[in-house]
C-alpha cells in the first residue's frame, strides 16, 4: 500500500511541474503523510493529480492542504508564502512565469483546505504557460 501511495501520489505540486529528483521525494514524502492524516483514500489523491476534480468533498480538499502546507507553500493559517513557493518553483522555471503564475492563483476562499484546493486547480490549468 505504501508503494502505491508512493507511486500514485506524487501528488499536487509534482504532478504539476517538473521537479527535480529530490523535490519529487519530497513530495512524495508529503503526499504519503496526507493520505494518512487527512483520510483521503490514495486514489482520490491520485485524481487530484491526474487533473480530475469532480467531487472533490471536504477530505479531498483538506488533502490539498495538507499538501501545500508541508510542502511549505501554504502557512497553518491558509494563507500562501509566496516567496517560497516562487523560490522552490523557480528551481528549473522561467522566474517571470512562476510569479505571474503564483499571483493569478493566489485567491482567499471561504476556508483554508477551499483555499488550498481552489489554488492547486488554478496551478494546474495554467501550467502549461509555466513549463
Sequence with gaps: M?????????????GTFALTIDQKKKAEAHAAECVKS???PPETAAKLK?????????????FAKCFLEKAGFMTDKGE???????EKLSVDHDRAKV?????????????????????YQCMYAAKAGVV
Excluded: Q
Design 99 to 119: 510569479e505571474g503564475l503564483v499571483k493569478k492563483c493566489n485567491h482567499k476562499e471561504a476556508n483554508p483546505c477551499e483555499t488550498a484546493f481552489k489554488a
Design 2 to 14: 505504501k508503494t502505491f501511495v508512493a507511486i500514485a501520489v506524487v501528488a499536487l505540486i509534482a
Design 50 to 62: 491526474g487533473g480530475d476534480f469532480a467531487g472533490a468533498d471536504d477530505k479531498t480538499k483538506c
Design 80 to 86: 500562501f508564502d509566496e516567496k517560497t513557493i516562487i
Design 38 to 40: 487527512t483520510g483521503v
